[in-house]
């Protein structure tokens, strides 16, 4: 691969090292800022790292919660920074085109027993996909491999590392924190996270560069299920044309694109939480 890959951040907050309870993950709360400060520290090495590989254009999507939470000043000015909501593609906006992917800050699939594990939305019990419990990871990760986008490093804690291994054993992995519980973990220093992080980038984009990256392709046909936490929210989330009711709380979709079962999904979230 030539000079100046193409690098597409993906930032999520729940991951990142000294981030703990979910009350620090929502703007308006005390702890929030401290948060965002962490994140954006994770983010600036991840950025930092690229650039060292030889980066050429750096493209960060805010993906946490209503994706307002970088604050534009404190970002590396070497890349550009894609804030807000909605988002069609969610944390993969702005992905497609490019030659890999970093996800920063993202954490275990709901039903997991990672630090702050959920799916999408804290009202699921688990998101499954052709029957196996599914991460946002996961599903951005496919949904980039569509586009012919290989992710090139994963950070979050340990439970997350061991899907991501399975998932993609091409990726670095980059643990910042061991669960203790759902809320509580325990964390590396900020300064050894970052340094980690921004090794794990730079190997990444070595990668990208030396063609040692995939695409995750996951086989078709795609049947999504998502277990709802009361079975109100499963009746809300059936007005999703094409769903079907699985039991009390699930509902499943079906399709053949993947693209499809993406957003499929992320009808069934919106509408069963709503």
Same mark, same amino acid.
Request: glycine share 10%; aromatic share 6%.
């Given at each position: !691969?030539?000079?100046?890959?193409?690098?597409?951040?993906?930032?999520?907050?729940?991951?990142?090292?000294?981030?703990?309870?979910? *009350?620090?993950?929502?703007?308006?709360?005390?702890?929030?800022?401290?948060?965002? *400060?962490?994140?954006?520290?994770?983010?600036?090495?991840?950025?930092?790292?690229?650039?060292?590989?030889?980066?050429?254009?750096?493209?960060?999507?805010?993906?946490?919660?209503? !994706?307002?939470?970088?604050?534009?000043?404190?970002?590396?000015?070497?890349?550009?920074?894609?804030?807000?909501?909605?988002?069609?593609?969610?944390?993969?906006?702005?992905?497609?085109?490019?030659?890999?992917?970093?996800?920063?800050?993202?954490?275990?699939?709901?039903?997991?027993?990672?630090?702050?594990?959920?799916?999408?939305?804290?009202?699921?019990?688990?998101?499954?996909?052709?029957?196996?419990?599914?991460?946002?990871?996961?599903?951005?990760?496919?949904?980039?491999?569509?586009?012919?986008?290989?992710?090139?490093?994963?950070?979050?804690? *340990?439970?997350?590392?061991?899907?991501?291994?399975?998932?993609? %054993?091409?990726?670095?992995?980059?643990?910042?924190?061991? %669960?203790?519980?759902?809320?509580?973990?325990?964390?590396?220093?900020?300064?050894?996270?970052?340094?980690?992080?921004?090794?794990?980038?730079?190997?990444?984009?070595?990668?990208?560069?030396?063609?040692?990256?995939?695409?995750?392709?996951?086989?078709?046909?795609?049947?999504?299920?998502?277990?709802?936490?009361?079975?109100?929210?499963?009746?809300?989330?059936?007005?999703?044309?094409?769903?079907?009711?699985?039991?009390?709380?699930?509902?499943?979709?079906?399709?053949?694109?993947?693209?499809?079962?993406?957003?499929? !999904?992320?009808?069934?979230?919106?509408?069963?939480?709503?």
């Amino acid at each position: !691969m030539a000079e100046g890959v193409n690098v597409f951040i993906s930032a999520d907050m729940e991951g990142t090292a000294g981030v703990t309870g979910w *009350e620090e993950t929502q703007p308006g709360h005390l702890l929030y800022p401290r948060a965002q *400060e962490l994140m954006v520290g994770e983010v600036n090495a991840a950025i930092e790292g690229a650039l060292a590989a030889g980066a050429g254009a750096i493209l960060v999507n805010d993906s946490h919660d209503g !994706m307002r939470n970088l604050p534009p000043s404190a970002v590396h000015p070497a890349a550009d920074l894609l804030l807000g909501w909605p988002k069609r593609y969610s944390m993969a906006e702005g992905g497609r085109g490019h030659d890999v992917a970093l996800f920063t800050g993202y954490h275990a699939a709901a039903g997991a027993p990672g630090n702050l594990a959920h799916t999408m939305t804290l009202h699921l019990v688990e998101v499954r996909l052709n029957g196996r419990r599914a991460s946002e990871t996961l599903f951005h990760a496919g949904l980039l491999g569509v586009w012919g986008v290989p992710v090139g490093m994963v950070t979050g804690d *340990e439970v997350l590392g061991e899907h991501v291994a399975e998932l993609m %054993p091409w990726a670095v992995f980059v643990p910042v924190k061991r %669960p203790v519980s759902l809320t509580a973990a325990v964390n590396l220093s900020p300064e050894r996270a970052r340094a980690r992080i921004r090794e794990g980038a730079r190997e990444a984009v070595a990668r990208a560069r030396a063609g040692g990256l995939r695409p995750l392709v996951l086989p078709a046909p795609y049947t999504v299920e998502v277990v709802f936490t009361e079975q109100d929210r499963a009746a809300r989330a059936l007005t999703c044309p094409r769903s079907e009711r699985v039991d009390n709380s699930t509902v499943a979709y079906r399709a053949d694109d993947f693209e499809e079962a993406y957003l499929a !999904m992320r009808t069934l979230t919106r509408l069963g939480t709503a």
